[in-house]
Nanobody, 121 residues
């Protein structure tokens, strides 16, 4: 019912920048929150950043001051601006959306397929 299309991943030198985008589509009534998670090889998936419909944000300690999450006015698209990238940031980044569907009281989480971010030393 909901699809998340991610883009913006790639290979970047340490200290460089990337901007990830995630566009939500489908039978969406409202999006309560959207965020980014990442999973490195051999590691658990972890929260990177989240933004709510009200504009509140939350960041992992490891990315505070370097990453910025933002959204468009309708909150159908969320962005993650990643600056001062480090090799430790290398991971598959997954978009997440908490969505209320049209004509439904249910709220569900949806995930993108992931986009690879690789930061060289």
């Amino acid at each position: 019912q909901v699809q998340l299309a991610e883009s913006g991943g790639g290979l970047v030198p340490g200290g460089g920048s990337l901007r990830l985008s995630c566009a939500a589509s489908g039978s969406i009534f409202s999006i309560n929150a959207m965020g980014w998670y990442r999973q490195a090889p051999g590691k658990q998936r972890e929260l990177v950043a989240v933004i709510t419909s009200g504009g509140s944000t939350n960041y992992a300690d490891s990315v505070k001051g370097r990453f910025t999450i933002s959204r468009d006015g309708a909150m159908n698209t969320v962005y993650l601006q990643m600056n001062s990238l480090k090799p430790e940031d290398t991971a598959v980044y997954y978009c997440n959306a908490r969505v209320a569907l049209v004509h439904s009281t249910k709220v569900n989480d949806y995930w993108g397929q992931g986009t690879q971010v690789t930061v060289s030393s």
